[in-house]
């Protein structure tokens, strides 16, 4: 028997694929699927191939874990995705993207999301010099994120820039670690989501 690792890191074994739910662990050595690299229980006992409705199920729960969220918040972006002209996958994946807690995440702030929101809902983050409270709070092109500037706030990111200092920030966010602030200068395109997601899938799941 294997040493357990906790139900997180179960659950990137069963999807296959690392959802970076334990924050710096998952980047070490330490990561669960980077030394069993298959599903949890009797790897013999492997199902056949997922059907398409399966396929599309797969993918929108990989996406629900590695951003945080529940069903009907999905429904709800999924919508919204809908409505909006362009790519409904790819609007899907930018209003993922563009949650507080993600970019908060990103620009290495917090280890993982949950503690990216945890951050923000006790009041660390301000978003255009204003106290922001809502993880699910939407950035905009232009948007100022910035540490608090109590000693509490200033404390805790710079301990937690220093734990992750090899995370690389994505180009969409200008971060400025010596002042504990970062700005959205444009919007994520495609390629700046990380998770390895068919999101063409999620669509054809949700359209019927």
Request: hydrophobic share 30%; proline share 4%.
């Amino acid at each position: 028997m294997g040493r357990y690792t906790g139900p997180k890191c179960r659950l990137c074994r069963r999807e296959g694929m690392k959802l970076f739910l334990k924050g710096v662990r998952c980047e070490s050595e330490k990561c669960a699927i980077a030394r069993r690299d298959y599903p949890p229980g009797q790897v013999t006992m492997r199902r056949g191939k997922p059907s398409t409705f399966g396929e599309g199920l797969r993918e929108k729960q990989k996406v629900k874990r590695f951003y945080g969220v529940m069903e009907k918040q999905f429904r709800r972006y999924f919508a919204e995705a809908s409505r909006s002209k362009g790519n409904t996958g790819e609007t899907l994946l930018q209003i993922f993207e563009r949650r507080l807690d993600n970019v908060v995440c990103k620009i290495g702030w917090a280890q993982s999301r949950a503690e990216a929101r945890q951050l923000i809902c006790h009041g660390h983050i301000n978003v255009n010099g204003r106290r922001v409270s809502i993880p699910s709070f939407q950035v905009s092109v232009n948007d100022e994120v910035a540490a608090r500037g109590d000693a509490k706030s200033q404390k805790f990111v710079r301990g937690r820039l220093e734990e992750t200092k090899g995370r690389q920030c994505p180009s969409w966010i200008q971060a400025e670690n010596e002042n504990t602030k970062g700005k959205v200068v444009s919007l994520p395109t495609r390629e700046d989501v990380s998770i390895p997601v068919q999101e063409q899938l999620i669509v054809e799941l949700l359209s019927k």
